[in-house]
């Protein structure tokens, strides 16, 4: 069983205020993720798999402070362009929760690029990218293509 002080304190105390304790899925997921480990987590809706998948990954940039780099850590990507936005929902929500109270950890952005994002706002990560971003297959391929 895998308890929530692995995390940093502020990521740990955030998932117990907000959810208690964590699911059976969350536990065996996390402590595999922490190993390194590729990981299937195939369980019921409702059962806390996003947090599951990113939690770790939000910790890690947690983790990071002031010295969190503007530039893109960790990719998602998501086959269907309306799943895009609500994984960028349930990322930015807890987030913003989880650094609300501590003005020293870091402000982490999350934003979508997919065939849909204005040339402004594409212009805006350019400057200043994202540090969770989520896109389509076919966006990253444009990403990973472009000279940009």
């Known amino acids: 069983m895998m308890s929530l002080d692995s995390f940093h304190p ?3 105390r955030w998932f117990a205020a907000r959810f208690g304790r964590p699911t059976a899925a969350q536990q065996e997921g996390w402590r595999r993720i922490r190993e390194g480990g590729h990981v299937l987590i195939a369980a019921p809706t409702g059962t806390g798999k996003t947090l599951a998948a990113f939690l770790w990954a939000i910790d890690g940039l947690i983790r990071q402070g002031p010295h969190l780099p503007d530039e ?15 994984i960028q929902r349930n990322l930015a929500g807890p987030l913003a929760e989880i650094v ?4 020293f950890l870091p402000a982490v952005r999350v934003l979508v690029r997919t065939g849909d994002t204005p040339a402004s706002e594409r ?3 350019a400057r200043k990218p994202p540090h969770i971003l989520v896109t389509t297959p076919e966006s990253l391929y444009i990403l990973l293509t472009s000279e940009g």
Do not use: I, K, N, Q
């Not at 893109?72 to 609500?86: C, E, F, G, N, Q």
């Not at 609300?100 to 003005?103: C, I, K, Q, Y």
């Open 72 to 86: 893109t850590r960790v990719l998602y990507v998501s086959p269907l362009r309306a799943l895009s936005h609500d």
């Open 10 to 12: 502020a990521v740990g």
């Open 123 to 125: 212009a805006r990560m």
């Open 100 to 103: 609300a109270d501590d003005p």
